[in-house]
Structure formats: C-alpha cells, structure tokens
C-alpha cells in the first residue's frame, strides 16, 4: 500500500502526448501515480519503470495486472533503452520513504542515519551515518551549504565534528540535536524546521542525486525517438537548476523545443489537498 500523493499528474501525461501505442519510461516509479495514470489511458502502452527501492513494485503490483511493464531495480542515471517516446522524471523523495523506509530520511522520526534510496546498501555504498562521522568539517559545511543553502552550514559542521569527538553520530535524533545547538534560537523558529536544510544536503550528497540528474538526462535524451517528450518534475533549486540548463542547451543546440516557456506549478485546489506540491516544478522538452 502507497501513501505518496502523485504531484502534477495530469499536466505530466498531458504534456507528454502520448499515441496508445507508445513506449514510456517512468525513470522514477515509486507510488506508480504517474505509470498508472499512463495506463489508465492507454491501456496497450509499453512502459519501462526503474526504481532503485526493489519493494515498490510489490506494493503496488496489483493495480497493474495485465499492464505490459517492466521494472528495473535501478537508478535512472543508468538508462540504456532505446526507442522511448515519453520519460517521466519526478524527481525527489516520495512520501512512503519519508515515512516508512526506517532509512533516516525524515528529521520527525528517530532512525538510524543511512539515506540511501538502495533498501538494502552494500558496504560501498555511502550513508549518511559515513558522511557526518567521517567527513572534515570544511567539507561537511561545502555540501550543507552547496546543496542545503543553508547559512548556517559552517556552525552547523562544527557542532557535527565536535559532538562526533565524544561520541558516534547515529541516528536522525542526534543529529537534529546537534544542528538545534548550532543554530542561533532566532534562527530557529523560521517557515521550515531548522533541520530540513541539512537533512537535504546529506541526502543529495550520499545518494549524488545531482550527479545521478545530470546523467539521466543525458542518456534519457539520447533513448527519446524524434517527437519524443521527457517530463521533469523537479522539488528544489538546485534540482530545477540542472533541468532548465540542460533543457536551454538541447533548444540552443537545435536539438528539441520547450513544450512549456514558463516552468508548470500546481494549482491552488492540488496544494490544497497535498501541501508538498507546493515546490514541484514541471518542465517539458520535445526532442526535434
């Protein structure tokens, strides 16, 4: 059972103008919102789902008995198809991993500090328990800084490295603590948690998800046919960043045209009903 609520999702299909016998890539399948809605359409589509959490398709797996679907337990950035006619990308974490992946992803619940979109990471693979136990604090306070904006980032990574004297750093409680004693009072007490800055960054940093972006769209490009469409739904700046730029490039370089001039926000009636659709931003670009 899913709880995450599928942002724009009537924009995302409608944009993607799709033919019934089309083939799409749900580079980020998570809820399958968008994949089902897809098929709730086109019934004789051809869909190909990536997800790097292997459990999501089992919880979903129901609602699409008969779909002609193929999952990839993988990361988008490793797209190796060809001949796609739609790509969505909905960038960001869903709401089932906030709440129940037990991963540390969420600054409400006390779990232990790992943050990887993988369910089960080997031990190469990056946590965030590595990152605030290991890294020096100039880089520490680059990457809250660089990919949480946050300004306090430097009092924050200070209080990281000397807490972490003492003790292990590990779990999302002990670290909410450590940025509370970082951050003036006054500084606390702003629209968003004080924490949510820098959970945000550990995020981004363990699982490289700006690296990971910047690679899907590229490859994800190449495997469109001509007339093909890639939908991009992006939650933060720097994620809204990458895909503006890559899509001024590929229109610049005579490669595709902007379907949307201006970025698609949600309607005032979807915040209503799901408050994260808030900061979602929809671009689309058709391949020439």
């Not at 006619?85 to 960001?92: A, E, K, Q, R």
């Not at 469109?224 to 990458?242: K, T, W, Y």
């Amino acid at each position: 059972m899913t709880i995450h609520k599928t942002v724009l999702l009537q924009e995302t299909i409608d944009g993607l103008n799709l033919k019934p016998n089309s083939t799409v890539l749900d580079g980020t399948f998570g809820g399958g919102g968008h994949s089902l809605e897809v098929f709730n359409r086109f019934p004789s589509i051809k869909l190909i789902a990536f997800d790097q959490d292997k459990n999501v398709f089992e919880k979903v797996e129901d609602k699409f008995k008969g779909c002609d679907i193929t999952f990839i337990n993988n990361n988008f950035r490793n797209i190796d198809q060809e001949n796609i006619d739609g790509i969505i990308l909905d960038l960001g974490l869903s709401s089932d991993q906030l709440e129940n992946s037990g991963r540390g992803f969420s600054f409400m619940k006390d779990e232990p500090l790992i943050m990887t979109m993988k369910v089960n990471p080997s031990q190469e693979d990056i946590t965030a328990k590595d990152v605030v136990n290991t890294w020096g604090e100039e880089s520490l306070a680059d990457i809250i800084y660089g990919y949480g904006e946050e300004k306090q980032s430097r009092p924050i990574a200070r209080e990281i490295v000397e807490f972490r004297k003492n003790q292990e750093i590990k779990t999302t409680f002990d670290l909410v603590k450590i940025i509370e004693n970082a951050i003036p009072a006054k500084f606390r007490k702003g629209k968003i948690h004080y924490a949510t800055k820098t959970f945000q960054a550990i995020r981004i940093a363990v699982n490289d998800e700006l690296g990971a972006l910047s690679e899907g769209l590229d490859k994800g490009f190449k495997a469109l046919n001509s007339g093909g469409r890639m939908a991009v739904i992006s939650f933060h700046s720097l994620e809204d960043r990458v895909v503006k730029r890559f899509f001024k490039t590929k229109v610049d370089e005579g490669f595709a045209n902007l379907i949307n001039k201006k970025v698609i926000l949600a309607s005032s009636e979807e915040i209503k009903k799901n408050p994260r659709s808030r900061s979602a931003k929809l671009r689309i670009l058709e391949k020439k």
